[in-house]
């Protein structure tokens, strides 16, 4: 039973994290085997300005 973990900076649209999460299901099933119904798609969304690269906040 697969879970897939995606942290994201807000703002995409629902219809975007919808297509995101099915094309991601999409090609776990195709390199795993795994069946489509036990494929986890867990996207965590950050809030602008709550992490840094280099130290420099984003």
């Known amino acids: 039973m697969p ?3 995606v942290e994201l ?3 995409r649209s629902e ?3 919808t297509a ?3 094309e991601i ?3 776990v099933h195709k390199n795993t085997g795994a069946p489509k119904e036990h494929i986890h798609v867990i996207v965590n969304e950050m ?3 709550t992490y ?3 130290g420099d906040w984003k």
Do not use: P, R, S, Y
């Open 52 to 54: 840094a690269v280099n």
């Open 9 to 11: 900076v807000e703002g």
């Open 20 to 22: 995101m999460m099915k």
């Open 25 to 27: 299901t999409d090609a």
């Open 3 to 5: 879970f897939i973990h």
């Open 47 to 49: 809030k602008k300005g």
């Open 15 to 17: 219809a975007q994290l």
